[in-house]
C-alpha cells in the first residue's frame, strides 16, 4: 500500500538556522503532496502543496518540491524562528491521505 | 471562507460508556469527510471516510462506527469505550476530486479511564 517515510525527530536548532525534513513517499501515480504542521494541542494546520511533478509549494518561508525521480518532498526553510517549533507531517494522496509519523522540530532562541 | 467545528474539546469517559464525537463544516457543500484518531506522540490514522450523506468507508476494524446524517455533519461513536480509545480524534474535510487538500478541525482529547 501507499506510505510516506519522515526522518525521525526531535530536530534540534537554533534560531536563524537552516531547515531540512526529509519525506519520502511511495505511491501507485502521482499524488497530491503536501506538508502540515500541528502546533500544541491543536488540529493540523495545511502549510503547503505540491500537486505535479516539479511543482515547488511555499508558505511562510518554507518550501518543498515535489521530485518524481527520487520520490520526495523534502521541507525547507532557510532561517526558522523559535515560533516554527511545532510537529510537521508530510502527507502524500488523493481522496484519501497517507500521513508520515510526523517529525518534532524545536528552536531554541 | 469555509470553518470546522468539533466538540466536545475535551472529555474524560469511563470503560465501557457510550461516546459520541461531532464534527460540522461551514461555508461548503459536499465535502469529503474524515475521522483520524491521533495516538500520543504517533502519527494520523484514518478511521472513517464519508463522500456523501449515509456513505461511510470504516478503514480499521474497532469498536468505533460513524455516521453522517446530513451534508456537513459527521459523527463518531461508540457504544463502550475501551482503554486503548483514548487518543486525540480529529474531523477533517476536503473537496474531493476538485482539490485533494485536507482542512482539518481543532482536535477532541479523549481520555478512557
Known amino acids: 500500500g501507499d506510505s510516506v517515510t519522515q526522518m525521525e525527530g526531535p530536530v534540534t536548532l537554533s534560531e536563524e538556522a537552516f531547515l531540512t525534513i526529509n519525506c519520502t513517499y511511495t505511491?501507485?501515480?502521482?499524488?497530491?503532496l503536501f506538508w502540515y504542521v500541528q502546533y500544541p494541542g491543536e488540529g493540523l494546520q495545511l502549510l503547503l502543496k505540491?500537486?505535479?511533478?516539479?511543482d515547488k509549494g511555499s508558505n511562510k518561508g518554507f518550501e518543498a518540491t515535489y521530485r518524481k525521480e527520487t520520490t520526495s518532498f523534502h521541507l525547507e526553510k532557510g532561517s526558522v524562528q523559535v515560533s516554527d517549533s511545532a510537529v510537521y507531517f508530510c502527507?502524500?494522496?488523493?481522496?484519501?491521505?497517507?500521513f508520515g509519523t510526523g517529525t518534532r522540530l524545536l528552536v531554541s532562541p | 471562507s469555509q470553518t470546522i467545528h468539533q466538540w466536545p474539546a475535551t472529555l474524560v469517559q469511563p470503560v465501557g460508556s457510550p461516546l459520541s464525537l461531532e464534527c460540522t463544516v461551514e461555508?461548503?457543500?459536499?465535502?469529503?469527510l474524515y475521522w483520524y484518531r491521533q495516538a500520543a506522540g504517533r502519527g494520523l490514522q484514518l478511521l472513517f471516510y464519508?463522500?456523501?450523506?449515509?456513505?461511510i468507508s470504516s478503514e480499521v476494524p474497532q469498536n468505533l462506527s460513524a455516521s453522517r446524517p446530513q451534508d456537513r455533519q459527521f459523527i463518531l461513536s461508540s457504544k463502550k469505550l475501551l482503554l486503548s480509545d483514548s487518543g486525540f480524534y480529529l474531523c477533517?474535510?476536503?473537496?474531493?476530486?476538485?482539490?485533494?487538500?485536507?482542512?482539518f478541525g481543532p482536535g477532541t482529547r479523549l481520555t478512557v479511564l
Open positions: 505511491a501507485t501515480g502521482y499524488p497530491s
Open positions: 461555508g461548503t457543500s459536499n465535502p469529503n
Open positions: 502527507a502524500a494522496g488523493f481522496q484519501k491521505l497517507v
Open positions: 505540491a500537486t505535479k511533478a516539479d
Open positions: 464519508s463522500v456523501g450523506i449515509g456513505q
Open positions: 477533517a474535510w476536503s473537496r474531493g476530486i476538485r482539490g485533494y487538500e485536507q482542512f
